[in-house]
């Protein structure tokens, strides 16, 4: 019978990359890590040990602790968390159980330098339409819940990123853009190793919004006119994002859950 402070890696799967999935908290040893330096998407790096000084970093958050088998580590560091009044739970099977399900990982070994409060910090161009959205999307939901995202002036761009430690993202002749006829979205699903099909249905759907290629997908056109849409609404880029998020939510959970589902008023009458 499992743990009532458990949560299995199916039930841990259906929540990750959505707003409400909880925070993912990764205590796996340094040597366990070094073994597969990947991460389950949105997972943050802890210190098992160090759990009574970082516990309070998660207060008001729901949290799955995660180590390499879901053992003593893990359960540990949750209990700490319990015993600071947070909402924990560990993963049953640890990393190994996600492992050996064939679940996404995170290849860390693109990831941006950290800052100071380990998170990190992105970028790119003013007023963003498209890419410049489903890109902090991807890597709020999938990668670091807690990157800072920075819009400055096109011509600014890559000053800021020297000056202030910042990774330059969705601009010319850098890591983080388009290639070819790929956007950067494509980009960074394929450099994070994230090659689910929702997440590849999506990136068809921004690919034509973003490059005037309304063919690639039926649905483009109408994220193109949303996100036009979103970029008149609001002045400042940081409230775009924040709105825009449910934007992307919404189609991340259609691609996954309701990508065949059709809808018809009036219903057909049947004959009699």
């Not at 799955?64 to 893990?74: H, T, Y």
């Not at 059709?262 to 009699?272: F, G």
């Amino acid at each position: 019978m499992p743990s009532p402070t458990e949560i299995s890696v199916s039930q841990l799967a259906r929540l990750v990359g959505q707003a409400n999935a909880p925070t993912i908290v990764d205590v796996r040893t340094d040597g366990d890590y070094a073994e597969d330096p990947r991460l389950i998407p949105g997972s943050l790096r802890r210190n098992a040990q160090d759990a009574a000084t970082w516990a309070h970093d998660f207060a008001g958050s729901n949290v799955v602790v995660i180590c390499q088998r879901g053992m003593k580590l893990s359960q540990g560091a949750a209990a700490w968390l319990r015993h600071e009044g947070i909402a924990a739970e560990t993963l049953a099977g640890g990393f190994e159980g996600w492992q050996a399900s064939a679940l996404p990982l995170v290849n860390t070994s693109k990831l941006p330098p950290r800052d100071g409060a380990g998170r990190t910090v992105w970028v790119t161009r003013a007023r963003p339409k498209i890419d410049r959205i489903a890109c902090p999307w991807l890597i709020r939901r999938f990668v670091d819940p807690k990157a800072v995202f920075l819009f400055v002036a096109p011509s600014e761009v890559m000053a800021v990123a020297d000056r202030f430690g910042a990774t330059p993202f969705d601009v010319d002749d850098v890591f983080w853009s388009h290639r070819g006829e790929l956007c950067t979205f494509d980009t960074m699903l394929s450099e994070f190793g994230l090659n689910e099909p929702p997440l590849q249905r999506l990136a068809a759907i921004v690919r034509g919004a973003d490059t005037a290629r309304l063919d690639l997908a039926p649905e483009a056109a109408g994220l193109l006119a949303v996100s036009l849409g979103y970029s008149r609404m609001f002045k400042e880029d940081l409230a775009q994002l924040d709105a825009a998020m449910a934007i992307y939510d919404a189609m991340y959970r259609w691609a996954r859950d309701a990508g065949d589902e059709t809808h018809n008023w009036p219903t057909p009458r049947k004959k009699t």
